[in-house]
């Protein structure tokens, strides 16, 4: 059986991996990839949690489905933002993404 240590850890470094992709990438869309992936990581907290919790109840996946569904429609909402400002300016540079300033 695998210990709840080992699933904090890779859960750590994918958070870890998601936030330097958050902060470190120009790119709209590399940047949504690091959302993603600290998402992913809130998952496999919340369903490791569940598993090694004394408590039988299903909280943890039910928490689960609804960060997918939540990633889903972050996914659909950003990236049909990020192809409309690409129409627009051509560009997916997060720096260069000024639309709200006059």
Same mark, same amino acid.
């Given at each position: ?13 994918? =958070? *870890? +991996?998601?936030?330097?992709? %958050?902060? #470190?990438?120009?790119? !709209?869309?590399?940047?949504? @990839? ?28 039910? =928490? *689960? +489905?609804?960060?997918?569904? %939540?990633? #889903?429609?972050?996914? !659909?909402?950003?990236?049909? @933002? ?21």
């Amino acid at each position: 059986m695998i210990p709840l240590s080992w699933y904090l850890y890779l859960s750590a470094m994918l =958070f *870890a +991996i998601g936030l330097y992709g %958050v902060l #470190a990438r120009k790119n !709209a869309i590399a940047i949504l @990839l690091g959302v993603e992936l600290m998402l992913n990581a809130v998952n496999i907290n919340l369903v490791a949690f569940w598993r090694y919790g004394d408590l039988a109840q299903m909280a943890g996946q039910v =928490f *689960a +489905i609804i960060v997918f569904a %939540v990633a #889903a429609s972050e996914v !659909a909402v950003g990236l049909s @933002l990020v192809i409309s400002v690409y129409r627009r300016r051509n560009t997916v540079v997060a720096n260069e993404l000024d639309l709200m300033k006059w």
